[in-house]
């Protein structure tokens, strides 16, 4: 388990064909898959916005799956942020 301490956020914007296609299901199942927390969510000009939290090895990875996004997505940009982590529990799709 990930010590509170050694937990990071990332907030990652995804801009391309993501609503729509699964897009948010996709990124919920691996995120539960790595042990993730947050959310994903879409905005009104067409991106989706992940935020996920916990181990900074296990976002990379995360980040890695979120750029190549489901079958029918296409992924044209991504901009990420890192911060400290804010204990969020779960991961859930708005």
């Keep these: 388990m990930v010590n509170e ?18 897009y948010r299901a996709f990124a919920r199942r691996h ?5 993730l927390c947050g959310y994903a969510e879409n905005m009104s000009d067409g991106r989706v916005e992940v935020v996920a939290e916990g181990d900074e090895r296990e976002l990379k990875h995360y980040l890695h799956q979120l750029k190549r996004g489901p079958a029918h997505a296409v992924v044209e940009d991504v901009e990420v942020a890192w911060a400290e982590a804010s204990s969020l529990a779960g991961f859930y799709v708005y």
């Design 31 to 35: 995120a539960l898959d790595m042990g």
């Design 5 to 22: 301490v050694d937990k990071m956020r990332m907030t990652v914007l995804v801009s391309g064909r993501v609503q729509g296609v699964g």
